[in-house]
Nanobody
Framework: QVQLVESGGDLVQSGGSLTLSCDAS????????MAWYRQFPGKSRELVAG???????KTSESVKGRFTISRDNAKKTVALQMHSLKPEDTAVYYC?????????????WGQGTQVTVSS
């Protein structure tokens, strides 16, 4: 079955950096669109950055210039490099895979990893 396992969340000071990683299994990773979302307490998940199976990247304006998404198809991983972290980046970060089966899109999620930025 599809499994997404995030890692790398931590407590970091404002201005610091972190790299999140998502290990995927149970999917044909190479052609799968992947993304990172985050969720603030009491809010819906919001897109942080996405990378298509072909490598096209989209990044939220709120993190553009600070966060970078990348993928390693051989290792079946997608990473989120985060720099110049701010307290408002504090959230649970989720990895997402968008898989199409018979033309129907199904989204799969990891369990999330907590990022806390102290001021």
């Amino acid at each position: 079955q599809v499994q997404l396992v995030e890692s790398g969340g931590d407590l970091v000071q404002s201005g610091g950096s972190l790299t999140l990683s998502c290990d995927a299994s149970g999917i044909i990773f190479r052609g799968t669109d992947m993304a990172w979302y985050r969720q603030f307490p009491g809010k819906s998940r919001e897109l942080v950055a996405g990378i298509s199976g072909g490598g096209t990247i989209k990044t939220s304006e709120s993190v553009k210039g600070r966060f970078t998404i990348s993928r390693d198809n051989a290792k079946k991983t997608v990473a989120l490099q985060m720099h110049s972290l701010k307290p408002e980046d504090t959230a649970v970060y989720y990895c997402q895979a968008q898989i199409y089966r018979d033309g129907v899109r199904q989204d799969y999620w990891g369990q999330g990893t907590q990022v806390t930025v102290s001021s």
